[in-house]
Each structure stands twice: as C-alpha cells, then as structure tokens.
C-alpha cells in the first residue's frame, strides 16, 4: 500500500483546482480503504469550486459521487471483504441522533457530506465508515455505480418527495445526469408522460430516447416555457414537476406548469431569491413547492437493484471520462459553469 497518493483539491474559492500528493488517509476499526475506480463530476462541484456552495475546511479534495474496490477494512469491520466492488453513499453520519434513528440521515446533526465538509473520492483511495460502502452488483460498471450516487439517487428521491403515483405525469427540468436518470426511474414508477425540458438540442434528443417528450427552452421566457409544457400535457399541466438547475426562470417553470394539487420538487442549487405570486402559483391550484435534499442509503441499495435488473440504463448518461487530472477535471467544470458540460463525465483515477 502506498504511503501518498494523488489527489485533485480544492484550495480556495473561486480557483481551478489544483492537483496534489497526499498521505493517504487512516483506517479506523469502522472505516474501510477504497482504492478509487470511478468519481463523477457533478454540477455541485461547480458550485463548490466558485464559492457558490460554501465547501470546507480546505484544502479539500472534491468528488463525491464515488466507486472503488475495497483495499483494506478496519478491525471491527465484518460486512465487507477485501476486494469487493462497492459504491459509496456521500453522506457520512453519527447513526445515533434522532434524525439517523428515524431515517433522516440527511439531517444528522454531525453529518458530513464528502467531497464537501470532508475529503472525496477525486484520489487515489478514500477511507470511509464501512456504513457508507453500497455493494455494487457485478452487472453494474464502476462509472455507472459512481454517478448514481448522486445523479440517480437524488432524482428517486426528489420523486418520492414530490409523492408521484403510477398514472401521474412528470416535468423534468434539466435533461443532465440527474435529469436521464430521473426520467427513466419516473417512467419505471409508472408514470404516465413524461416531459423534458432543456436548452440543449442534443440532451432533449437523448431523454426522447428514454421516451421522454421533449420540450426546448432555447431563447424562450418562463412564460413560453410553460405554455409548451401545458401544450405538451393537454393544456393540464403536470402532477409532479422536478427542478433539476438551479435557476429563477427553472423554478418558477417548475410551479407555472404544475396541474392542480401538482408538487414541485426543486433540486438545483440556487442562491438568488425566486419571486412567487402566492395565489397564482401556489394558493389558486392548491400547489406545492417542496425541497429535496440528497437521498438515503436505502434508495441506493433499491437504485442498484434497478440497475441490475436492467431499469436504469447510464450507458448513453456518462458520455465522457478523464483522467485524475486537474487541467481536464477544470476543464469540465468550466463546461459546467457555462452550461455546456456533456450529459456526465466521470474521472477515471
């Protein structure tokens, strides 16, 4: 085992990401040693990197969409062998506050997120509780494992958040990672259309595939948007709408489109107010706005054994990879930040 290893971190906000030698981190009696296989590159990162989203302490190293193989376990560790294909549920937990008790891990009190309050998986290795490591099915590549989960894990459960029934039509804004994998796991559940809303001529033809219908935002305003959006839905509107951005214009898409008792779930990260006429948007259809954050490791042990089963398909998602780089890892970000990015990219260390 190597005493350092390579590393792409954050230093400070605002700057590329640099890369760096680190000592490879300690294994705890919890903890396992993942030797990294595969980190996404995902559009928080972006976020993190400008400051957008506060990330620390730093230096940090990013990434927290995260597959590997297990390098070594700590002493008290039983449920994971050496060499076993894993998956890595980015939230890092105490287990023993109320929230972890009653299943809110999201909201542990102590809770860290990799690649974000702590160090993630844009390295060689990473140590984590043995907890965080998701066993990753045979039939399910390492890039796939990394990026659901973040991308498929959070757009399940922004679609129980926003309670979607067999039968109920589904908005998806933003036809990105999270937004292929959502539309396949909205159709998997049952529902009845599915709509599709992007900017990017190529992404739209993409989430068709997925038998998406599909709507282009390019060089329309909210309104125009969700005039489409009810053409598309037979004037109705939508019972469950997904945010998937993080902009105003989405966001208010999100809830303009929604048929009576519709629910918005608004997933992208967004730090500028978002104006909301309260009886047109909200009061008059007796319509929700909901946030969803991040996701449960249950979802995770269910999404891979949809992958497995052939219902989540991420072959035509991760449409580019890169080395454990920091000039091609800043690269993507930029893409990202202009929202230019491909459908998914996924560091190969």
């Known amino acids: 085992m190597p005493v350092t290893m ?6 400070r906000a605002g700057d590329p990401v640099v890369s760096h030698e680190v000592p490879v981190p300690s294994l705890g009696p919890d903890d396992v040693l993942v030797r990294v296989r595969a980190a996404g590159i995902c559009h928080s990162d972006a976020h993190y990197r400008s400051g957008r989203s506060p990330a620390h302490p730093l230096p940090l190293t990013l990434g927290h969409e995260i597959a590997g193989e297990v390098a070594a376990v700590g002493s008290d560790v039983t449920t994971l062998a050496i060499g076993a294909r894993v998956a890595l549920h980015y939230l890092v937990i105490c287990g023993a506050c109320d929230d972890c008790l009653a299943g809110r891990e999201q909201f542990c009190r102590t809770g860290l997120m990799l690649g974000h309050y702590t160090n993630g998986g844009w390295a060689e290795y990473i140590v ?9 099915p045979d039939a399910v590549s390492y890039e796939h494992g990394a990026v659901m989960m ?3 894990s959070t757009s399940l459960h922004a679609l129980r958040k926003g309670r979607m029934q067999p039968g109920e039509s589904v908005l998806v804004i933003g036809a ?16 009845s259309q599915v709509i599709a809303v992007d900017r990017d001529a190529k992404k739209l033809a993409l989430a068709a595939q997925f038998g998406a219908t599909p709507v282009s935002a390019a060089d329309l305003t909210v309104d125009q948007v969700v005039a489409a959006v009810r053409d598309a839905s037979n004037g109705r509107g939508v019972n469950v709408a997904l945010e998937l951005v993080g902009s105003v214009d989405t966001v208010q898409v999100s809830l303009k489109a929604l048929a009576p008792l519709g629910r918005a779930a ?3 990260l967004n730090n500028v107010a978002v104006p909301v006429d ?3 948007d909200i009061i008059g259809r007796e319509a929700e706005l909901i946030g969803s954050n991040d ?21 035509h998602v991760v449409t580019n990879t890169v080395p454990l780089d920091a000039d091609a890892i800043n690269g993507v970000l930029d893409a990202l930040d202009r929202h230019a990015a491909p459908v998914r990219t996924v560091i190969l260390p």
Do not use: F
């Open 6 to 11: 390579k590393a792409v971190q954050m230093v």
């Open 128 to 136: 984590v509780p043995a907890w965080n490591a998701v066993p990753l």
């Open 150 to 152: 973040c991308s498929s």
């Open 176 to 191: 990105g990672g999270l937004g292929m994998s959502a539309i396949q796991l909205a159709t998997h559940l049952g529902a």
């Open 266 to 268: 608004v997933v992208g």
């Open 278 to 280: 309260s009886y047109r």
């Open 295 to 315: 996701h449960l490791r249950s979802e995770l042990e269910e999404l891979m054994a949809l992958a497995a089963a052939g219902h989540l398909d991420l072959r």
